[in-house]
DNA sequence: GTCGGGC
DNA sequence: GCCCGACAACGCGGA
DNA sequence: TCCGCG
């Protein structure tokens, strides 16, 4: 991939150039299909560095190539949004080129807009608290433990973690939303000093928003392994629950990253989330 | 990063 | 040919 | 309708 202004520093703290984020993403993108391949993206890009101001685009270029795919989605109120889509894994570097720090991408493919093969559950601490956010991954990891739904951490690469949910039997995003805000207002009642579902920062009182809200048809998630537009270029890393305790979510960087990106935790199975008994318990327990 | 207009 | 400015999201819900 | 939020 022939990259311009390869010397560009885009990240000044640590001196990290655009040829060296592209170059990241030529050696993620294998990783990265799973999360970005079909899906719509909204990019988040820098082209002058993460130092200087940055934009969410969700209508694909012209100048795009024809390789990456486009996908209309009609707005609320008139008009539509062109997505870019991607098929060829090449081309996330190329959009690394274009100034690309992070891919937002959706937890449904374009096969099937409205069903969902992914639930993600954000988990969004107040400033500062590392320890008081890991507690509340674990504690998110029982519940789902609890309805034997297996799930995987992601330390995002700025402040929290997210815990991923890959699904089977094609439920569609009503059923999947419901279950995801049934399954944070179980973590939010069992851990209330930690966690809430408060929307609003000014009601969170330093609790960790347990933010269900992703799992909604065109909402994204940043992708696993996407570089994040923070000082030490850090980056969304998937870690197994027993790394947890030990990685702070901005641990890894495009520095340390290398010997990783070959030795990473096994993913796991879809599973059919058994929604009913999920809603069900959240009701009987009074969420 | 790319484009288009002005000089 | 060079320089410069414009432009690059959107949906949801509660106040 | 505006604002906070991701
Ligand atoms: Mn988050
Ligand atoms: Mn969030």
Redesign the pocket.
């Known amino acids: 991939m022939k990259v311009?202004?390869a010397d560009?520093v885009m990240f000044p703290e640590v001196g990290v150039t655009?040829g060296q984020v592209v170059s990241y993403y030529e050696n993620a993108a294998g990783l990265m299909a799973d999360f970005v391949v079909g899906r719509p993206l909204?990019l988040q890009?820098f082209?002058?560095g993460i130092a200087e101001?940055g934009?969410?685009?969700?209508?694909v270029?012209?100048?795009y190539p024809a390789s990456i795919e486009r996908y209309e989605v009609p707005?609320?109120?008139g008009?539509t949004?062109t997505y870019p889509v991607v098929r060829d894994v090449n081309d996330i570097a190329y959009l690394a080129?274009?100034?690309t720090i992070t891919f937002h991408v959706w937890l449904s493919t374009v096969e099937q807009p409205l069903k969902p093969d992914y639930l993600v559950l954000?988990l969004?601490p107040p400033e500062g608290s590392a320890e008081i956010v890991r507690a509340v991954a674990l504690e998110t990891r029982t519940v789902l433990d609890s309805f034997g739904v297996e799930s995987i951490p992601v330390a995002t690469g700025s402040k929290g973690f997210h815990v991923w949910i890959p699904l089977a039997g094609k439920p569609d995003f009503e059923q999947v939303s419901k279950a995801s805000q049934a399954l944070a207002g179980i973590v939010a009642l069992k851990i209330p000093d930690l966690a809430t579902l408060e929307?609003?920062?000014?009601e969170r009182k330093g609790r960790v928003?347990v933010?269900w809200?992703?799992n909604?048809?065109?909402s994204?998630v940043a992708a696993p392994f996407s570089l994040r537009p923070r000082p030490r270029a850090s980056l969304a890393m998937p870690i197994t629950w027993d790394e947890l305790g030990s990685t702070a979510p901005d641990a890894w960087t495009i520095g340390n990253v290398e010997d990783r990106l070959s030795d990473l935790p096994r993913w796991p199975k879809p599973v059919v989330l058994p929604i009913d008994h999920i809603v069900k318990t959240a009701e009987a327990a009074g969420v």
């Open positions: 311009s202004n560009r655009k909204t890009r082209p002058k101001k934009f969410m685009q969700k209508n270029a012209e100048h707005k609320n109120e008009g949004t080129n274009q100034g954000d969004d929307f609003l920062k000014k928003f933010d809200l992703r909604h048809p065109g994204t």
